[in-house]
């Protein structure tokens, strides 16, 4: 292989480990967060997030 093409490759598995950690860390994030609500004429009324549909690799 060329010099450029291993540049490339070791680039891409980098990457591929960046976002395997940061999966990691969300799910752990998400597992760990408590849902945040308030209670408005006695009904729970939970603030808007972002559904977390991550799933460990």
Same mark, same amino acid.
């Given at each position: 292989?060329?010099? &450029?093409s291993d540049? &490339?490759?070791? @680039?891409?598995l980098a =990457?591929? %480990?960046? &976002?395997?950690?940061?999966? %990691? !860390? ?6 760990? @967060? @408590?849902?945040? =609500? $308030? &209670?408005?004429?006695? @009904?729970?009324? !939970?603030? $808007?997030?972002?559904?977390? !549909?991550?799933?460990?690799v």
């Open positions: 292989m060329s010099e &450029i540049a &490339i490759q070791t @680039k891409c =990457f591929g %480990d960046r &976002i395997i950690k940061l999966n %990691d !860390y969300l799910l752990k994030e998400a597992a760990n @967060k @408590k849902p945040s =609500f $308030k &209670i408005v004429k006695g @009904k729970r009324v !939970y603030e $808007k997030s972002v559904p977390v !549909y991550l799933q460990s």
